[in-house]
Structure formats: structure tokens, C-alpha cells
């Protein structure tokens, strides 16, 4: 039962981590791909910095930052009530961030892939930035989209090291299946990790799968 809940939980994190990204990192990344502002690489490393940073140094900062003590999270405390600290609420926040890259660098690939040409004939007919967006480059994106959405799912599903310093391993709040698996492997209960070992081994499977085979990207995406 603890383990179907951690499922769960790690599935419903995994979720909102993917629906909240996407609004979020499709205009940062159109920005990065048409922008010639001199900042791009500063924001570029800035965004791409959760692929080369530890997860727990990334995880501690998070908790410094947004601890109750912290302006932050005191603010967080002040309007709802709650710590975002080892809580679920934290968990989604360390998520957008450490899931970043795996939303914005596919689509900022897929934008880059757009012609030009038909982004210009777009300008010439009276299309603003916004229109070329949201009318000619996201159709042409739907791939990028796609493959978007599961690196950045299959990458929250298998989060260990942030959701450790940031949440803990409180059952039915914080315990994913990362956690699960890491304590089922600490109490020696090696029949119980293996059977999540091999869940996750699988879907890790089957998303690279679907990345490079139905979406047809190859994972040059997290190279920009």
C-alpha cells in the first residue's frame, strides 16, 4: 500500500511538473531561439545549470531559499499556511526548477528549426512576434512539445537527490518512488527495490523510446 501510494505520488508530481512547465518555458524558449540580445548565454547556462549541478547542492539551496525563516518561504507561510519545505507543495517548486532544461531545450531546438522564411512571410503579412508564436512556430513545434513533455515526466519521476533535501521521506507527502526505493534498499528489503527498480527501469525505457522512435527527435535536444 505504501509503495502504490508513493506511485502515486511520484506520478502526480511528475504531472503537474509537466503541465506547469510547458506554459512556462515555451516563451523563455522562443526567446532564447530568436532573441540576439548579448544576456542569451548568460540565460542559457542559467537554465541548462540543473543538467551539470549535483541535484543536492541544488536541493540545498532550494531549502535555504525557500525554508520558513527565508523571505520566501516566509512569504509562502504568510498566504497559505504552509512551509514549502517538506512539503508536496515544495516538491512541485524544486521540480520546475530542476525539470527546466528537459521542457525548454527541446522546444528551443524546435523553434530554431522553424525557416526563417516562413517566419518572415508571417512578419510581411503583419504577423507580430506573438502571432508568429502562437499561429505558424508551435504548430511546426508539436514534436518538440512532445518530446518536451516526456523527458521532462520521466526526468521528475526519477528525481532522488533534490526531493530528498527538499522533502524528505514523509509517506503520502513527500515519499516518491526514488525515496521508496532508497529506503526499501537501506531496511535490505531487496525484493520490494527491485520490483520499483524494474517499474522504473522500464518506463525509463519506453520514454527514451518514444523520444527517439514516435517523436522522432533525437536527444540532441539536451545539447541545444
Do not use: K
Request: glycine share 8%; with cysteine; aromatic share 10%.
Amino acid at each position: 500500500m505504501a509503495d502504490m501510494q508513493a506511485v502515486w505520488l511520484t506520478g502526480l508530481l511528475a504531472g503537474m511538473t509537466t503541465l506547469l512547465l510547458a506554459p512556462l518555458a515555451t516563451p523563455l524558449a522562443w526567446w532564447l531561439a530568436r532573441s540576439p540580445s548579448s544576456l542569451r548565454p548568460i540565460i542559457e547556462a542559467v537554465v541548462a545549470l540543473p543538467l551539470v549541478l549535483p541535484p543536492t547542492v541544488l536541493g540545498f539551496y532550494l531549502l535555504v531559499l525557500l525554508n520558513p525563516g527565508s523571505p520566501m518561504g516566509a512569504f509562502w507561510v504568510s498566504i497559505t499556511g504552509a512551509s514549502l519545505t517538506f512539503s508536496f507543495s515544495g516538491l512541485v517548486f524544486a521540480s520546475l526548477v530542476y525539470s527546466l532544461p528537459f521542457m525548454v531545450q527541446p522546444l528551443h531546438t524546435a523553434f530554431r528549426a522553424v525557416p526563417a522564411a516562413t517566419l518572415e512571410a508571417a512578419a510581411t503579412l503583419g504577423a507580430s512576434s506573438r502571432d508568429q508564436l502562437l499561429n505558424v512556430a508551435l504548430p511546426l513545434s508539436r514534436r518538440g512539445f512532445l518530446t518536451g513533455a516526456i523527458l521532462t515526466f520521466a526526468h521528475t519521476v526519477g528525481e532522488f537527490g533534490v526531493v530528498l533535501m527538499m522533502g524528505g521521506n514523509i509517506p503520502g507527502e513527500t515519499r516518491v518512488l526514488s525515496i521508496a526505493i532508497y529506503e526499501h534498499v537501506e531496511t535490505l528489503n531487496y525484493d520490494a527495490a527491485h520490483v520499483l527498480a524494474l517499474g522504473l527501469l522500464c518506463f525509463s525505457f519506453i520514454s527514451l523510446w518514444v523520444v527517439y522512435g514516435v517523436a522522432g527527435q533525437r536527444v540532441e535536444v539536451l545539447r541545444g
